[in-house]
């Protein structure tokens, strides 16, 4: 039997659009005998440089364009004019980026009816307008939140399902999950952050993690799924340093944050008093969205995972006592364009 | 927008069946809304008698035939004559049922290239023959493992991924994760059985459970997705007793369990001599599948989870340290009939 021929986009050719482009070489057969599926990647995009082939690469040239990025060399020598208009039909166009430049290009392909798999969290968390036209039957955005645990799929079969979602907890950020289990274990938090940063936990600039607005991203995905007419602004938000400290230098605030010793012991002294465990979570329901630290039963669900994993809980009507858990690593960028390969399979069967 | 208009007949009316035709009932406005779908139900089938309808019945009749049923009726005053060739188009053929009677059903459906949904886990777990006509991207089945718990559309999602499926361990039987926890704590194997069968736990008859063929026919349905051809006969199965007591009537069996206290008692010590907490287990790895009584650390990722819920560990290239982990209630009529519902919407999905 003939195999699907899927065209695909990848914008990004980061640490995830790499490992993609080498997933998608390597499972080749796999995808041939299990989905008789051809993913024809027509084109890599970055914010330097393009290339494009409607006919497709082969791939030798795509593990070329990877070594080359790798180097730190643009994919092309210049970056030629390509439009969402030129792409070929049933074209699914891949976003591994973490930023909101892309916005444009998956709207303008959602309006040609094109399919997108988000691995970039921003334009889902955007303005609800953004949401509205891009999370359909035609997207899918698995790694968006906890990389490749099936999170964002159980959610959508729950709310297909006759089940009803009552509420959502999620510890969702490792480096947040390292820092509660510092601060529990009585280190002090600067000493910590430092390690955080220094063990690459951490963007560059750790006040990006400490702020909790990218565990904030993640739980209004969750929440707009559940229909909750929500923005990032409504979302509760406890950050882990002042606001005033958002004025410093990187280097500044990795000298200043000492001083925050004293108030993260007693604040993670108070919500552990009972003997509970300290966790960065997520809360979602009855209409609202809270992200923060708390405390919670060494034999609660979220108590019981390590806290390098990632967790998500769904309490439901049939899942009360029992909660439906999704557990495991969750961050990467292997793991995460593996999650990508799944969604653009799970795409490409959808479309066809 | 017009609805999507789905065929649907339904195969047992049974637990699964009755919650299955409420849940589509109380779900219409959701389908309407989120998925632009509306379940026809065109007939209602059982061992005793069937309905049939072309155009779909009325939500009133669908559920006077549940009610009809629930007080022991048959669904029409005689066994009508129906063949699957009479079926419109692209139905869902779904089987609620606990038996291989249905296998012919089922295998001129697919033969018809109509959709197969399962809860019923004997088609899957017999003949391989069986498997490859039933186990295809027009199938769903998420119930056969775990009930509701995304299991099977995850491992599914991991083997369409660039991840690499190293060993499933799962632990899938809520009755024998019960007498694992209470042999644990002491208490005598005879009694536990019996509590179990009090509690409604088991089968009217316990040794369905205690035969570890059930927990055996997940793990073969789980082990036949990763690509091994083997038969239930070539599963490594723990029974709970020993062979003779096959011979028994169960309320023979019933007075004789205790005679197993002693060597069962020895055999949970046995195990959990270096501290480790005592589970059922199913493992799937290397081409083999072994099902039955093993010691787990306190601190792993099995013996994390309460012995209530079940539990499926993907142990896979990407999710190495931190494999990723489904738990949660992995039984019950109502959250199987929620699972089989959504299986239907990703079906329906799938087909048009």
Known sequence: MALLDQPVLILGVGGVGRALVRHIVAARARHAARNRLRLRVVGLVDSRSAVLDQQGFSDEALLAFVACKEQGLPLASENPHWRVADLPARTIVVDTTASEATVPILLEAKARGLGVVLANKLPLAGPLAWWDALADERSRWETTCGAALPVISTLDTLLNSGDDVLRIEGALSGTLGFLAAQLEQGAPFGAAVREAKTKGYTEPDPRQDLSGLDAARKAL?????????????????????????????????????????????????????????LRYVATIGDGCVRV???????????????????????????????????SGRGAGQAVTASGVLGDIVSLAQALC
Do not use: C, K, W
């Not at 609660?300 to 006592?321: A, W, Y």
């Open 292 to 326: 923060g630290l708390v405390g919670v039963s060494r034999e609660s669900t979220l108590g019981r995972v390590h806290t390098s994993d990632s967790v998500v809980v769904f309490h439901t009507r049939d899942f009360s006592d029992n909660p439906l858990t999704i």
């Open 221 to 277: 995905i969750l929440a707009r799924m559940l229909g909750y007419r929500l923005e990032l602004r409504d979302v509760a938000v406890e950050a882990l340093y002042p606001a005033e400290m958002d004025a410093l230098s990187v280097e500044q605030f990795l000298d200043a944050v000492d001083t925050l010793d004293e108030p993260m012991r007693a604040r993670a002294a108070a919500l552990t008093r009972e003997g509970q465990t």
